[in-house]
């Protein structure tokens, strides 16, 4: 399997509930990034976590991180309709390699 | 400022040509990197330059390359075109790598068709 897998693939979710997608990667990392996609455009930076942070947090988004069990994972709190897309992590290393999951396809329904 | 641009944005080429796609980071962005996504085998990295030097390289074959201008603006090239190299062409910028200010800017992409 590749690094920076992501779990579930799809999730479908009512508009208003909390959505959250895990990744997981294999070697070690400088950093990881969230990013979201909407219909095959381009990708939209949501939040970086570093190897030495725990959590971060940027607005209705959590991140946490969990370097022992080379895992990630992405919270979106009250989800919104808008928030429908794919969500894809990336696992950067000290080198600058990224390596990208193959996405969680979120729908969120009004 | 201006985001990462990429131009063009369609691209229909028949097998045996080749493509050159372009891209223009973030204004004051040195790091330029190139993905290729497609559903079959999702996003992958394909190279890196950083100060007009490759810096990393994905597993592409030698039909794919790049070169980075002293303006930082990147170019790809794919030459022999082959109809799996049907994809979106994604370029992404940062300050520059392996900083505290790595994060990656992504363009709205080229969507190659390979006929």
């Known amino acids: 399997s590749q690094q920076g897998e992501e779990d579930p693939q799809a999730l479908s979710i009512q508009e208003g509930e909390n959505a959250t997608m895990n990744c997981s990667y294999k070697?070690?990392?400088?950093?990881l990034q969230w990013y979201r996609q909407n219909s095959g455009r381009g990708l939209v930076h949501l939040i970086l976590?570093?190897?030495?942070?725990r959590e971060k947090h940027s607005g209705r988004l959590r991140v946490t991180l969990d370097t022992s069990k080379k895992s990630s994972s992405l919270l979106i709190t009250a989800s919104r309709a808008a928030d429908t897309a794919s969500y894809f992590c990336?696992?950067?290393?000290?080198?600058?390699?990224?390596?990208f999951g193959d996405g969680t396809t979120l729908t969120v329904k009004p | 400022k201006a985001g990462v641009t990429q131009t063009p944005r369609y691209l229909i080429k028949t097998r045996g040509q080749q493509v050159t796609l372009s891209c223009s980071p973030i204004?004051?962005?040195?790091?330029v990197s190139w993905y290729q996504q497609t559903p079959g085998q999702g996003l992958q990295f394909l190279f890196e330059?950083?100060?007009?030097?490759?810096?990393n390289k994905g597993n592409f074959p030698g039909r794919f390359s790049g070169r980075q201008f002293s303006n930082s603006r990147s170019e790809m090239n794919v030459s022999t075109l082959e109809l799996g190299d049907s994809a979106l062409y994604l370029c992404?910028?940062?300050?520059?790598?392996?900083?505290?200010?790595?994060?990656?800017?992504f363009g709205p992409g080229t969507r190659l068709t390979v006929l």
């Open positions: 070697t070690s990392i400088n950093n």
């Open positions: 990336a696992a950067y290393t000290n080198a600058g390699k990224s390596t």
């Open positions: 992404a910028s940062s300050l520059a790598p392996g900083t505290s200010s790595d994060e990656q800017f």
């Open positions: 330059y950083f100060s007009e030097t490759q810096r």
């Open positions: 204004s004051g962005h040195r790091s």
């Open positions: 976590i570093r190897s030495n942070e």
